[in-house]
């Protein structure tokens, strides 16, 4: 069965979907990510679904259990490079995603966890929205 | 009489033509279809005989069916003359009786013509009036749709001239609401954000409503909408503009807008500065420091 690369970048994963998500696909992800999650001690999950152009309500929940589940595991998940089609449909499915954090790209996601991770403390203006 | 009654009208106004012509435009003059100068007296006369022309042509087929072939010109004809002036703004009153006010002088020749008797000037009437009706509504009908293609236009130019994304700053998008949003008009801001924030790398949207009116339940769930949307493609949004009253309307209906809100513009922007960690000072503490 076919299985999406999940990376190791530094202490956080880098998983970037380059396929249609079918929903077996979509739970196999959930279960290699957790364990990966544990097995490197990783503090931050970045999903980049910059290539993924047709969303359902499920690709929705699963991306939503992820972070649920990272947040179990004290990591972070960051989905990136949201189409704005994909963002669209996720909004009118009524699917805001509340408890995962967003960028544009990739780089501006791992900034985001370092941030996050190394100076936790410091961020005094505290971001009412989030 | 061998021929149908119609046929024989359509003879008599073709004999009393010039009559019939003189009476309908002083009717039309009378009425005032020329005061306005939005139409020229030559331009009226023209319309009147062609009008006349197809309409006696069109009886003599006999037939008191507008919707034959037999009509096709004049209906043709009249779509034309209601269409120009839907557009040149004539009101619906006027647009219609340039067709109903043509019953008068056509009945003053049927009474006119002394071959006929009372019956069968009885029987003309009702006909006359029946197709002069059917035209007069075709008219209105027509009207009715070269003005809504009017508004239809209109709607869209609007929407389209209402919704810029404009760059304030590198990262720093501003979408300057003006109008009703409704929600038509949310997708089409939308998209026209979202795809913004993808070409620019914007990381902060400042929404500012200013320019609408009203904020009900409806708009505010559309503003959270773009929000959302904003939000999921990794760009914060925050809404500035909301007018004292528009303030007071939303906490009176119990709207909430979970985003971080500010009063002006200004205010928005100072905020979207300090998050990119971006300050602006006067030229003046830059040379003394």
Request: with cysteine; aromatic share 4%.
């Amino acid at each position: 069965m076919d299985r999406i690369p999940i990376l190791k970048l530094g202490d956080a994963l880098l998983v970037t979907i380059q396929v249609d998500m079918h929903d077996r696909l979509a739970t196999a992800l959930e279960e290699d990510l957790t364990k990966k999650i544990v097995a490197h001690n990783a503090h931050g999950v970045l999903i980049d679904i910059s290539a993924l152009e047709i969303v359902d309500s499920f690709i929705g929940r699963m991306l939503d259990n992820i972070a649920a589940v990272s947040r179990v595991l004290d990591a972070e998940t960051v989905v990136v490079g949201m189409r704005p089609a994909v963002a669209i449909t996720l909004v009118e499915l009524g699917l805001s995603l509340a408890g995962v954090k967003t960028a544009l790209n990739v780089e501006r996601g791992m900034k985001l966890i370092q941030r996050r991770h190394h100076v936790p403390q410091s961020d005094t203006d505290a971001d009412p929205a989030s | 009489m061998a021929r149908s009654p119609l046929a024989a009208l359509a003879q008599l106004i073709s004999e009393q033509e010039a009559v019939i012509l003189s009476d309908w435009f002083q009717l039309l003059a009378a009425a005032g279809a020329l005061e306005s100068g939005r139409i020229r007296e030559a331009e009226l006369r023209t319309q009147c005989g062609t009008f006349l022309k197809g309409f006696r042509m069109a009886l003599a087929d006999g037939s008191t069916d507008t919707n034959t072939a037999a009509y096709g010109a004049v209906r043709e004809n009249l779509a034309e003359i209601s269409r120009s002036r839907a557009i040149q703004g004539f009101s619906p009153t006027e647009t219609a009786m340039f067709v109903f006010s043509l019953k008068e002088p056509v009945f003053k020749a049927v009474n006119r013509a002394d071959k006929l008797g009372a019956t069968e000037i009885a029987h003309l009437v009702r006909q006359l009036t029946l197709i002069l009706d059917a035209l007069g509504l075709y008219t209105m009908d027509v009207y009715q749709k070269s003005r809504e293609q009017v508004i239809i236009r209109q709607q869209r130019e609007i929407s389209e001239l209402s919704t810029p994304v404009v760059k304030l700053w590198d990262g720093i998008l501003a979408l300057p609401l003006i109008g009703t949003l409704d929600s038509e008009r949310t997708q089409v801001v939308m998209e026209n954000l979202l795809q913004t924030i993808v070409d620019q790398g914007a990381e902060i949207a400042i929404i500012d409503i200013t320019g609408v009116p009203t904020v009900d339940t409806l708009t505010a769930q559309h503003l959270l909408k773009t929000v959302a949307a904003a939000r999921l493609m990794g760009a914060d949004c925050i809404v500035s503009g909301i007018r004292p009253q528009i303030a007071q309307t939303m906490v009176h209906l119990g709207v909430e807008l979970n985003v971080i809100s500010k009063a002006t513009l200004a205010d928005a922007f100072a905020v979207a500065l300090k998050r990119m960690s971006k300050t602006v000072v006067s030229v003046k503490t830059v040379a003394q420091g």
